[in-house]
């Protein structure tokens, strides 16, 4: 698919990975609905959208309530004509550890919100938005169509991320089972697992943890969000990719 033909729909797009992507794929010559819970945000993404060879819409979104998701889907078509991409980008952190003791043999375990808020948003709310724009591209035919799932390199589990590394995990799988469903009505559908990077994201990660992470990364230093992008333009590109995720990670293991 080339750059300019991509009608977009980036949820997230009002910070960090989410709003690079919705950027460059603007600046690219592509047209963007971008959707989220953070209203100004959205409105700075318009903003700095004007100019850009491409559109740029922004549209209440929370991805985590169905019952909203299916007329963000519709109204996505019809500020773009038609929608041949969908970027379930929308995610959040809730970190803690399954049991935490502390010295005088308090113990606290992971509360159950904790648990279910980061599995609503970060894999639920991409199986409401996939189903929906599925069902519309389907039924308009639409094709090619391109989903992408943005994971995070700790699918693989992390210590103090029981929901964030499961959700990652399903979302893999995710992308996996639509590749393979949705593959018959022209979809590839691909994932990219990002390693730390730079984004408001990391107001939830203390600058202990962050320097304990990036002094394990062979690059040594955490990625930029445009490197997330560079990833999320191969994968637009390359019509013989899909069922894959992308790590881009600096080559750290986790
Ligand atoms: N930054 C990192 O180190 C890193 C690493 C690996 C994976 N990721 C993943 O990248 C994606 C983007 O994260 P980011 O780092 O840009 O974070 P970010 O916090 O800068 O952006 C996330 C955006 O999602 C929005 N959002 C949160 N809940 C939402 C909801 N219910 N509905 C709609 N929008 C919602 C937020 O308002 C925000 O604009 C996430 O899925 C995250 O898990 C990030």
Redesign the pocket.
């Known amino acids: 698919m080339k750059l300019e033909d991509v009608r977009a729909i980036v949820?997230?797009?009002?910070?960090?990975?989410?709003r690079c992507i919705a950027i460059e794929l603007a600046r690219a010559g592509g047209s963007v609905v971008g959707?989220?819970?953070?209203l100004e945000?959205l409105k700075e993404l318009e903003t700095e959208g004007f100019g850009l060879s491409g559109k740029i819409f922004g549209i209440k979104?929370?991805?985590?309530n169905e019952s909203t998701v299916k007329n963000f889907v519709e109204e996505a078509f019809t500020k773009l004509g038609y929608v041949n991409a969908l970027v379930n980008?929308?995610?959040?952190?809730r970190d803690g550890l399954l049991i935490n003791r502390d010295e005088e043999g308090w113990s606290r375990k992971l509360p159950t919100s904790q648990w279910k808020k980061v599995m609503d948003?970060?894999l639920s709310?991409p199986f409401f938005m996939a189903r929906e724009f599925a069902a519309v591209v389907i039924e308009r035919n639409i094709s090619p169509s391109l989903i992408v799932n943005?994971?995070?390199?700790?699918r693989a589990g992390n210590p103090g991320q029981s929901n964030y590394s499961a959700s990652?995990a399903g979302l893999d799988a995710l992308t996996r089972t639509w590749a393979l469903e949705l593959a018959p009505w022209g979809f590839r559908v691909a994932g990219i697992?990002?390693?730390?990077?730079e984004?408001?994201?990391?107001g939830y990660v203390s600058p202990e943890v962050q320097a304990e992470i990036i002094a394990k990364i062979p690059l040594g230093r955490?990625a930029k969000?445009y490197e997330i992008w560079q990833a999320m333009r191969f994968i637009v590109e390359c019509d013989y990719l899909t069922a894959s995720t992308i790590e881009v990670d600096g080559g750290a293991m986790f």
């Open positions: 949820t997230g797009a009002a910070s960090g990975i989410g959707g989220d819970i953070d945000g979104l929370d991805v985590a980008n929308a995610g959040i952190l948003v970060n709310g943005i994971s995070s390199i700790t990652k697992a990002p390693g730390l990077t984004t408001p994201i990391l955490m969000p």
